[in-house]
Nanobody
Framework: VQLQASGGGLVQAGGSLKLSCGAS????????MGWFRQAPGKEREFVAA???????YYADSVKGRFTISRDNAKNTVYLQMNSLKPEDTGIYYC??????????????????WGQGTQVTVSS
């Protein structure tokens, strides 16, 4: 399964975007889903995760501004991003969490990254 992230775009600082992540068939990972991002010249970093018990976790840099959610009926995971900042710019990827642990911040716990969606926040 390769996931497809969508909903990115160009937005001014302070604006909002809502990203979606889905695929045909079984989208959700057995132990949750996560969003990561990669800025130019930087490593991919953790943004948010929703795990098997529906607990959610966020990077400190996005806490209070971003919200991860899932719609089981639509087989889709969302990332609502508010109060966007230029430092939120990057390619956003979603992944399926494969392992039963609390290492939700570790990209090695995930697969099926897909192409990602570009988010650009202008100042």
């Amino acid at each position: 399964v390769q996931l497809q992230a969508s909903g990115g775009g160009l937005v001014q600082a302070g604006g909002s975007l809502k990203l979606s992540c889905g695929a045909s068939g079984r989208t959700f990972g057995p132990y949750g889903m996560g969003w990561f991002r990669q800025a130019p010249g930087k490593e991919r970093e953790f943004v948010a995760a929703i795990i098997w018990n529906d607990n959610t976790y966020y990077a400190d840099s996005v806490k209070g501004r971003f919200t991860i959610s899932r719609d089981n009926a639509k087989n889709t995971v969302y990332l609502q991003m508010n109060s966007l900042k230029p430092e939120d710019t990057g390619i956003y990827y979603c992944g399926r969490k494969l392992y039963y642990n609390l290492s939700y911040y570790d990209q090695r716990q995930y697969d099926s990254w897909g192409q990602g969606t570009q988010v650009t926040v202008s100042s």
